[in-house]
């Protein structure tokens, strides 16, 4: 069972840049794909951004392309999310979630097996 634990929500003016880390325990985290998703308050989980297991593949969804980079240590278990020029329209609770590298990487929500608990991210205007 893998275990993940995000950190690095805060909160930032817009224009301004924050990391996330998502560290993953109790699996092989090269065996994983990655993603990185956001809950804004009354809406649905959406998926930002995903990295294949040797980091060497990314996808985004258009509103963070350009802007987000998604990337991966292996010999330190953990993903990274890094955000640049970020809006009000950014603030969400954001969650890393992990699932099997041979199932590659999907926007769907429900098949992905493994989520952290979130951190909340607020750019003030």
């Known amino acids: 069972q893998v275990q993940l634990v995000e950190s690095g929500g805060g909160v930032v003016q817009a224009g301004g840049s924050l990391r996330l880390s998502c560290a993953a325990s109790?699996?092989?985290?090269?065996?994983?794909?990655m993603g990185w998703f956001r809950q804004a308050p009354g809406k649905e989980r959406d998926f930002l951004a995903g990295?294949?297991?040797?980091?060497?593949?990314?996808y985004y969804t258009d509103s963070v392309k350009g802007r987000f980079t998604i990337s991966r240590d292996n010999a330190k278990n953990t993903v990274y999310l890094e955000m640049n020029s970020l809006k009000p329209e950014d603030t969400a609770v954001y969650y890393c979630?992990?699932?099997?590298?041979?199932?590659?990487?999907?926007?769907?929500?429900?098949?992905?097996?493994?989520w952290g608990q979130g951190t909340q991210v607020t750019v003030s205007s």
């Open positions: 109790g699996g092989t985290f090269s065996n994983y794909a």
């Open positions: 979630a992990g699932r099997p590298a041979a199932a590659g990487i999907i926007s769907t929500i429900r098949l992905w097996n493994y």
């Open positions: 990295i294949n297991w040797s980091g060497k593949m990314t």
